[in-house]
């Protein structure tokens, strides 16, 4: 969807016109650890 290195439009401007924000874009989720996933299993067997 972004291209990185487009070269007329910046990651900015790209980021506008799809409606997300920078830091959207630049997210990168932290894997869960191990007893977070073993409680989040628990919970859903509730």
Do not use: F, V, W
Not at 22 to 38: E, F, N, V
């Amino acid at each position: 969807m972004i291209e990185p290195n487009h070269p007329e439009i910046t990651i900015i401007q790209q980021c506008e016109l799809l409606g997300i924000s920078r830091s959207g874009y630049y997210y990168t989720p932290c894997p869960a650890d191990k007893a977070t996933l073993d409680l989040m299993n628990i919970i859903d067997k509730q």
